[in-house]
């Protein structure tokens, strides 16, 4: 008897959605279809979405015993494998929703570490993923200390339960402490790259911007490249440099991974050296969904973040992405606000608006390069560091008073901070005329 055999895809995840929002939130409704978005990418079906009107989540249930309640009910009618949180929760948090609701609960960190784990391809991409996953494991035990400690005293607090606790911690400790190291020698080789870039006078443009704002088709479109675009998030985590295609000009682009509100504080540290490609660019385009109706909030997210990487003080061009989808009156509202300066519109899809934008990175990357020269002291580490890391050390001479150094700076350095070591010298303009391009 012939015998035949089937194969069966394992089924998705049916989730619950739940998020807290103020009576007068009107960013309640996009902010959870961003988490359904977050959810699906992950390889989730979302049933529901349930949304509890209060200022701050509850300590204990996070929604409240009430709605919890309810959402317990919907968990068990409808055979729900999963709750999804729109915050960050708490370990007690955690144990009471799934004691009620009777199914796995995670919160939203959890969810982006999961996709970014799905995404990450290098082994820089899956040990940063990696040294986040930890971080959060760490910071959500000390969390259940309190929970499983036996060393507090009372009834049902004896045993051994603390030292089971303290391996567990000394155990991802250890783990975080590979992790790190093995990061810090690709961060190193990273930085000594950088720095071979500036000395040969390469210029960096990297594209930074929320998620999905349409940042590797752009890339694509000014290389040539053939990164992997999806319209769904975090479809980017490893950082892709390439030369861009001549007509754009004369540079280096880097597609990085991109920004999305509450971003876990885990993921900004762990990612860091993918992240430099940003902070260490010599200008920045900022892309903006402009068919999002949250533009104006994305907007202010990346620049949150680019403030946390160090990266704010950098030239950069905002650049309004995805024209093509926007209705007469709305595309008519973006023209209006790109009339301003360092703002622009484009279609990367179409190419729609490429020119003009190329000709302002050429432009803002044209800028003189200048000769200074610094007398440090001995002391100052931390500034000869930063020189070394940021200009072109075109001379050192170390001098019973401190480090004199000339150095060839762009127009990304951040020079005031220098002034009051800056040295006056006759030579300055013959330095300067010695240095600039023909």
Partial sequence: MKQSFYTTAPQPERALLIGIASADDQAA???????????????????????QPRQKPDPKTFLGKGKIAEAAQLVTANELDLIIADDELTPGQIAAIEAAAGCKVI?????????????????????QVELAQQRYRLSHLKGLGQVLSRTGGGIGTRGPGEKKLETDRRHIR??????????????QTGAIRAQRRRRSGVRAVSLVGYTNAGKSTLFNRLTSAAVHTRDAPFVTLDT?????????????????VGFIDKLPHELIRAFRATLAAAADADLLLHVVDASDSRAAENIAVVERVLK????????????????????????????????????????????????????????TLSAQDRIRSYLLPYRDGKRLEQLYRHAEILSREDRPEGICLTVKIGSTFPDTAYRPFLIASDHSDDLEAMHDPL
């Fill in 29 to 51: 409704s996009p902010a959870m279809a961003e988490l359904a978005r977050l959810a699906q990418t992950a390889g989730c079906d979302v049933f529901a979405t349930l949304v």
């Fill in 107 to 127: 919160d939203r960190t959890t969810l982006i570490l999961d996709i970014f784990a799905r995404h990450a391809s290098t082994r820089e991409g899956k040990l």
């Fill in 174 to 187: 250890r783990q975080i402490d590979r992790l790190q190291r093995q990061l810090d020698q690709l961060a």
């Fill in 240 to 256: 892709t440099t390439r030369r861009i295609n001549p007509e754009y000009g004369h540079c280096l682009l880097s597609d990085t």
């Fill in 308 to 363: 946390e990487i160090g990266a704010i003080h950098l030239p950069r061009l905002l650049v309004y992405n995805k024209i093509d989808r926007l209705p007469p009156d709305a595309r008519t509202a973006v023209m209006a606000r790109c009339a301003r300066a360092d703002t622009f519109a484009i279609s990367a899809k179409t190419g729609e608006g490429l020119g003009p934008l190329a000709a302002a990175v050429i432009e």
